[in-house]
């Protein structure tokens, strides 16, 4: 019978056995990721692994959303490794600390909101190009250490074996799901490659992760303004980059729990982990959807699974570094594949020929930006504009205006649709100043006065009618338009007349 417990987040079951094996999965899966991020950006393995350890254990125990993971991710590493290259490794520290105040801030003014205001499409192809950089990064373990690719039977057996992985990933869960396939599926292959004595790529291969507890130290550098002029570009960067792809990996998960992450929370976690990694020797990182998704999928959704992550972490530094370095990387390159394909939105591809071709330009455009530039922040941002280019475009074409004459020889334009910056144009086209009669009304009761511009738009059209001695009425002007017009009365002159019969600025 299982065993229940919450830990940490009291509307949350903790199943102990799932948990703590799928935690132990990942655990595993975030060495090779955490040494290949932190030689991308110049620093030493260890670097990456004590940002892995210090990132996923504070974000699990304080982060909005439990069962994601959090750690030193690419996206952070490209970011930082000319700053590095050119002023070392304590630069690197000092700007992921501000980074995480920054962070900080963020959470506290409640920015986490804005993840509102990114389109599903955007969502689409950032993790479409993620999906495909996960598969892509997994190709160069079918390379030596020297770069030239496998070949012969040392191909054929890391191949095989990487399929053997795949295998048990895929079919296991149709047989049983009480324990996670991924971690069986390491176990095995690990198991055959010991007791057959098969020569393979291992961990090792790669680097030593051999060390002790994270140091902790403060940056050694020169507290002064020169200093921050240096750092606080790629702080700013990296807390943005830092927000926007953990802020996305919460909402995919939320999709995937079928629960709702705190956000705002999460941007708080995101901060206080990345002071914390700069000051124990870390270089910083983010959620990690990889490794999120191979928590969700071996069935956590608790804050133990990334606890238990981060402590095994450890663990494999601290003592059990000679064990962990012959895990055979062949294992862990077909646990990212099956992560990389169960990434992908497949339903996407089916959704071409019916969803509008805007949207589908955002999701290629932001999947491509995503896969060739590997920024996920300029992706994200891509997309939001253009998509936002895109509905103001399809909203400035639905201005109309109905006209007709009454029987007191007044003429009426009742407007539809939003009178903004982009529909300016066409509303001024609507009316026929010389030729209406000396009264018109102009009415909003099916439109909105949204912006400055549209203001700016009222003020000219009035301007006209004035100038040729005819008297105009805006009728139907809503609360939140009558106090546009109120604030700009002091900026622009806006002609506006009132006429008690009407109403004028006020809602009838």
């Known amino acids: 019978m299982k065993k229940y417990l919450n830990l940490f987040d009291f509307s949350q079951k903790v199943d102990y056995k799932i948990e703590v094996l799928s935690g132990l999965t990942v655990a595993l899966a975030l060495v090779p990721e955490a040494i290949a991020f932190a030689l991308i950006a110049g620093l030493s393995p260890l670097t990456g692994l004590y940002a892995a350890f210090v990132m996923g254990l504070v974000t699990s125990i304080l982060g909005g959303r439990p069962g994601m993971i959090s750690g ?34 963020a959470g ?124 606080f570009p790629y ?20 999709e995937i729990t079928e629960t709702r992450g705190r956000g705002n929370k999460e941007a708080v976690a995101q901060g206080t982990a990345n002071i914390l990694s700069g000051l124990f020797s870390g270089m910083g990182g983010c959620a990690m959807i990889g490794q999120s998704l191979i928590n969700t999928s071996n069935g956590a959704r608790a804050r133990l699974s990334g606890i238990v992550a981060s402590i095994m972490l450890l663990v494999f530094i601290m003592f059990g570094a000679g064990l962990i370095e012959r895990v055979p990387m062949a294992a862990l390159t077909g646990l990212m594949i099956m992560v990389a394909l169960g990434t992908f939105e ?12 805007s949207d589908v330009l955002v999701m290629v455009l932001v999947t491509l930006v995503t896969i060739f530039l590997h920024n996920l922040a300029l992706a994200v941002l891509v997309g939001v504009i253009i998509s936002a280019l895109v509905f103001a475009w399809d909203n400035a074409k639905r201005i109309r205006a109905r006209k007709f004459v009454d029987d007191e020889g007044i003429k009426h334009y009742e407007i539809y649709g939003p009178l903004f910056f982009g529909s300016i144009s066409l509303f001024n086209e609507k009316f026929d100043v010389l030729n209406d009669p000396n009264e018109v009304i102009i009415d909003f009761k099916e439109s909105r006065v949204v912006d400055m511009s549209a203001i700016e738009a009222l003020n000219k059209i009035t301007e006209r009618y004035h100038k040729v001695g005819k008297k105009v009425h805006l009728r139907h002007l809503s609360k939140d338009c009558r106090g546009l017009l109120a604030n700009a009365d002091s900026i622009i002159d806006v002609n506006v007349m009132e006429d008690p019969t009407y109403k004028v600025l006020t809602d009838t």
């Open 346 to 357: 497949w339903a996407s591809l089916r959704t071409f020929t019916r969803m509008p071709k």
């Open 108 to 231: 506290f003014l409640r920015l986490g909101k804005l993840m509102r205001l990114v389109p599903h499409p955007v969502i689409f192809g950032f993790v479409n190009g993620l999906a495909i950089i996960i598969f892509l990064s997994q190709l160069d373990q079918f390379k030596t250490t020297d770069g030239a690719w496998l070949s012969g039977t040392t191909l054929f057996i890391f191949l095989g074996l990487v399929l053997f992985t795949m295998l048990i990933i895929w079919g296991l869960p149709r047989l049983s799901k009480a324990v996670p396939a991924s971690l069986v599926a390491i176990l095995s292959v690990f198991g055959i490659v010991m007791l057959f004595g098969i020569d393979t790529k291992t961990i090792g291969d790669i680097a030593s992760i051999q060390g002790g507890f994270p140091p902790f130290h403060i940056p050694e550098i020169p507290f002064n303004i020169e200093t921050l002029k240096i750092i």
């Open 72 to 105: 030193a991710t690419g996206a952070v590493a490209v970011v930082i490794v000319s700053l590095a290259i050119d002023y070392g490794v304590e630069y690197v520290f000092a700007a992921v600390v501000l980074a995480g105040i920054l962070q900080l801030i």
């Open 235 to 254: 702080s700013a960067i990296v807390a943005g980059v830092g927000l926007i792809e953990s802020l996305l990996t919460l909402n995919i998960i939320d």
